[in-house]
């Protein structure tokens, strides 16, 4: 099992920019990959980004590209995302999640789960 603690979340006006850390312990071998997702009140959970413990390759929904980056640091086994141009829709609580996943957009495929921080944009 790996444990996940988030940190970054807050209060920030539209257009401002936050960053989130994922840091992960336990048995950090046992997953392939980290994601990011979010629920906001009312709405299921959505992907937001993730990518893979080697190689370089980031995945992001639609509604976050261009504006979220998210990163590791393998010698921290953490994991980062950096929200910029944050908008009033950005509003959820943000997870992040690690698992041995094929289908990095699938949330089912993540076994490991964070207790989200909750990210709040005024407009």
């Known amino acids: 099992q790996v444990q996940l603690v988030e940190s970054g979340g807050g209060l920030v006006q539209a257009g401002g920019s936050l960053r989130l850390s994922c840091a992960a312990s336990g048995r950090t071998f046992s997953s392939s990959a980290m994601g990011w997702f979010r629920q906001a009140p009312g709405k299921g959970r959505e992907f937001v980004a993730a990518?893979?413990?080697?190689?370089?390759?980031?995945y992001y929904a639609d509604s976050v590209k261009g504006r979220f980056t998210v990163s590791r640091d393998n010698a921290k086994n953490t994991v980062y995302l950096q929200m910029n141009s944050l908008k009033p829709e950005d509003t959820a609580v943000y997870y992040c999640?690690?698992?041995?996943?094929?289908?990095?957009?699938?949330?089912?495929?993540?076994?490991?789960w964070g207790q989200g921080t909750q990210v709040t944009v005024s407009s």
């Open positions: 999640a690690a698992g041995l996943v094929a289908n990095l957009g699938a949330d089912r495929q993540y076994a490991s």
């Open positions: 990518l893979r413990w080697s190689g370089d390759s980031t």
